[in-house]
Every structure is written in structure tokens, then in C-alpha cells.
């Protein structure tokens, strides 16, 4: 019986990496707000001989990401494995310096819309037999310029490491998982010049990560 992954940030980097790889094991539910990079992941996993749902939505909709896990929940009952790969990456600044509208959606795509998705998410994975949720974390906080990012990205890793603490004994299972630096778009704005052909690849690293869990 073929397994369904919800990832969310799906469209590029290692969320698009992972999506391939579990192809075709996986039925992947691919979240992500750029529809063309949805539909180029889409004929990646179809050559693959895999499918996928595209769900074209932003993770800080509360309303789409409710209607979307009601929607798992009626067409499949249960959901596998959630990869949770959305990240907003504000632009290095100093503290003191700090936009107020990007720290706005750095809180809202990676602080709230993590606290939003787990009540959703949760039945789901408990209705499966294994249910699983995985979280990458990137320890930057306290880090000189990476005062949006670095705050909270470390909120949801906080929410994580909670959720994992709590479902220990009675699932779903909880992995927080840290991926070896990759030559990504975000990474490129955080480091550029950074010689990109020493970092792991994206596909090596969604295989490597998944051989973890």
C-alpha cells in the first residue's frame, strides 16, 4: 500500500529534494506557494514513476491548511509522514536594524504557522499506523545578523522539541533532524561567495536524512 508525505515548503531546495526521493513509495502531497516550481516537481516525481497532489497554498493560511488536512482526511483517512521544510529567511540585519515587516512573516511562516499546522497534522498522523513528523533544524540563534531567523527558527524547533517530548510513548513519532549545509537559495543569501561545489547536494542530503529515519 502506497504511504502518503505531506511535505510543506516543498517547491525547491530540500523540501523538492525529499519529494523526489520517497517517489514512488510515496503518494506526496506537495505544499508550496509557487505554482510553476510545484508543476516542475510534479513531472520530476511523475519520471520517477511516482505521483503527487500539488497544493498550491501558503502554510500561514490557516483556513487552507485546514481545509487541505480535512481534505487528507476524507480521501485517504490518515497521513504518513509530515517533512515539514517551510522556512522564511529574512535578510541579515542587526538587531537594532531589524525590519518590522520581516520579522513579521518570519514569525508568522516559521513560529505560527508550525503552531497552527501540529493541532492539524496530529489526528492525521495518529490515525496511521507509524505516523511520523520530521523537523530540520539550522542553529543560528544568537548569531550576529540572524536575529529574525535565528529567533524563530528556534521557536520552532522549541514547538518541536515539545511535541516530540509529549508523544514519546504514544506517537506519532517526532524526528528533528540537521541537515548538512546545502547549496539552497536561502543558504546563498545568507553566505554569498561561499564556494557552493564544497556543500552536500540537495538529493544527497533528502537520501541521506531519510535513511535516518
Not at 24 to 40: I, K
Not at 158 to 186: C, F, H, K
Request: net charge neutral.
Amino acid at each position: 500500500m502506497t504511504k502518503l508525505a505531506l511535505i510543506t515548503g516543498a517547491s525547491r531546495g530540500l523540501g523538492a529534494a525529499l519529494a523526489e526521493a520517497l517517489a514512488p513509495g510515496h503518494h506526496v502531497m506537495a505544499v508550496a506557494r509557487t505554482t510553476g516550481a510545484l508543476e516542475e516537481l510534479d513531472d520530476r516525481i511523475k519520471a520517477r514513476g511516482g505521483d503527487a497532489t500539488l497544493a498550491p497554498m501558503d502554510v500561514t493560511d490557516a483556513g487552507a491548511m485546514a481545509h487541505m488536512c480535512r481534505s487528507i482526511f476524507d480521501r485517504w483517512g490518515h497521513l504518513d509522514l509530515w517533512l515539514h521544510c517551510a522556512i522564511h529567511a529574512a535578510p541579515l540585519t542587526p538587531a537594532g536594524q531589524i525590519d518590522a515587516r520581516d520579522w513579521k512573516k518570519s514569525v508568522d511562516v516559521n513560529a505560527n504557522a508550525t503552531a497552527t499546522l501540529i493541532p492539524m497534522v496530529e489526528p492525521l498522523l495518529r490515525a496511521a499506523p507509524e505516523g511520523r513528523a520530521v523537523f530540520f533544524d539550522d542553529d543560528r540563534a544568537g548569531q550576529k545578523f540572524f536575529g529574525s531567523y535565528g529567533a524563530t527558527k528556534a521557536t520552532q524547533i522549541a514547538l518541536a522539541r515539545s511535541w516530540q517530548a509529549e508523544t514519546r510513548n504514544t506517537g506519532p513519532r517526532v524526528d528533528i533532524l540537521t541537515p548538512a549545509p546545502m547549496p539552497t537559495a536561502t543558504r546563498g543569501r545568507f553566505f554569498p561567495g561561499e564556494d557552493r561545489s564544497q556543500l552536500a547536494t540537495c538529493a544527497d542530503e533528502a537520501t541521506r536524512l531519510l535513511a535516518m529515519l
